[in-house]
């Protein structure tokens, strides 16, 4: 390999603007806790990873700001909402406790979650595209109410109503919501489609599409748990191009780039810019040593 490894960075890589977002209230609020003289003692607390990152989640522990899934623990001062948004019922419940509330839902999130409600009112039978166990889908399902379906990309739809009205999970590639549209309009009579697909996801799969067409390996950087980097791996590996999904530095071995003289690397929306530039900072050792 010698030195001729040349690298090549996404420019989409990283966080998107409803992740920034929210990270920045989940760092602002630890910040106006210490000023209070409350640091550490677990008083701001987000409901559930307020990203599908670990290494954010520990940052922000080490601020002082934990993750919870008991909505009723008296420690309790702030409660941040997560990025992927939460049932409805739980955002009525919080609203009632009288805990200083930050909703840091991602505004497409909450596009969504009203496109659902919108649909319900008007008479629709609602079928949600994503992946049913995922936060985000699950605070969708709350607000479409107790008929409604859901199909990831690997079913087919069911037999539906006359009225129907589609939304997406945000991460959701285009290409699985044309193909329930497909699918669709050969048995409905009137199809109602949100496309609540986000704008940054589908621009982050076409240009690692794109980087796939003119390197040797893809490093695809992320939480294990995320969705939309998993989503850029398995993309990366529909090409034929081998890919390696990790989420920190440390996870990087030299014999993967044996015989590689070109090599992207591509990150989740949930990644922050210190560990890409970990990721990359790395590889370049590699480079420079040769195999």
Same mark, same amino acid.
């Given at each position: 390999?010698?030195?001729?490894?040349?690298?090549?960075?996404?420019?989409?890589?990283?966080?998107?603007?409803?992740?920034?977002?929210?990270?920045?209230?989940?760092?602002?609020?630890?910040?106006?806790?210490?000023?209070?003289? &409350?640091?550490?003692?677990?008083?701001?607390?987000?409901? +559930?990873? !307020?990203?599908?990152?670990? *290494?954010?989640?520990?940052? $922000? %522990?080490?601020?002082?700001?934990?993750?919870?899934?008991?909505?009723?623990?008296?420690?309790?001062?702030?409660?941040?909402?997560?990025?992927?948004?939460?049932?409805?019922?739980?955002?009525?419940?919080?609203?009632?406790?009288?805990?200083?509330?930050?909703?840091?839902?991602?505004?497409?999130?909450?596009?969504?979650?009203?496109?659902?409600?919108?649909?319900?009112?008007?008479?629709?039978?609602?079928?949600i595209i994503g992946d049913k166990g995922h936060p985000e889908v699950k605070g969708l399902m709350s607000y479409a109410g107790k008929?409604?379906?859901?199909?990831?990309?690997? &079913?087919?739809?069911?037999?539906?109503?006359?009225?129907? +009205?589609? !939304?997406?999970?945000?991460? *959701?590639?285009?290409?699985? $919501? %044309?193909?329930?549209?497909?699918?669709?309009?050969?048995?409905?009579?009137?199809?109602?489609?949100?496309?609540?697909?986000?704008?940054?996801?589908?621009?982050?799969?076409?240009?690692?599409?794109?980087?796939?067409?003119?390197?040797?390996?893809?490093?695809?950087?992320?939480?294990?748990?995320?969705?939309?980097?998993?989503?850029?791996?398995?993309?990366?590996?529909?090409?034929?191009?081998?890919?390696?999904?990790?989420?920190?530095?440390?996870?990087?071995?030299?014999?993967?780039?044996?015989?590689?003289?070109?090599?992207?690397?591509?990150?989740?929306?949930?990644?922050?810019?210190?560990?890409?530039?970990?990721?990359?900072?790395?590889?370049?050792?590699?480079?420079?040593?040769?195999?």
């Amino acid at each position: 390999m010698g030195n001729s490894l040349e690298i090549i960075v996404a420019k989409r890589a990283g966080f998107c603007f409803g992740v920034k977002r929210a990270v920045d209230l989940a760092f602002d609020a630890a910040n106006k806790n210490s000023q209070k003289g &409350d640091v550490r003692c677990c008083s701001v607390y987000t409901l +559930g990873p !307020i990203i599908h990152n670990p *290494q954010v989640i520990e940052k $922000l %522990k080490s601020e002082g700001v934990e993750p919870t899934d008991d909505i009723d623990n008296p420690n309790i001062k702030t409660i941040i909402i997560r990025t992927h948004g939460v049932q409805q019922e739980i955002s009525e419940r919080l609203s009632q406790k009288g805990y200083e509330v930050i909703d840091a839902t991602c505004p497409f999130v909450k596009k969504a979650q009203q496109y659902a409600k919108l649909l319900k009112e008007e008479g629709y039978q609602i079928v949600i595209i994503g992946d049913k166990g995922h936060p985000e889908v699950k605070g969708l399902m709350s607000y479409a109410g107790k008929d409604v379906i859901v199909v990831n990309k690997e &079913d087919s739809l069911p037999s539906l109503k006359s009225r129907v +009205g589609f !939304i997406v999970q945000t991460t *959701q590639p285009l290409d699985v $919501l %044309k193909k329930f549209i497909s699918e669709a309009v050969e048995q409905v009579k009137e199809l109602k489609v949100f496309n609540t697909i986000c704008n940054s996801t589908a621009l982050r799969l076409k240009e690692t599409k794109d980087m796939t067409k003119d390197v040797d390996l893809m490093i695809v950087v992320g939480g294990k748990n995320s969705a939309n980097t998993t989503q850029l791996t398995q993309l990366c590996n529909s090409v034929s191009i081998p890919a390696y999904h990790i989420e920190t530095a440390s996870e990087i071995r030299e014999e993967w780039f044996s015989n590689v003289k070109k090599v992207g690397i591509t990150a989740g929306a949930s990644t922050p810019d210190w560990i890409i530039s970990d990721v990359e900072k790395r590889i370049r050792d590699i480079g420079g040593r040769g195999l």
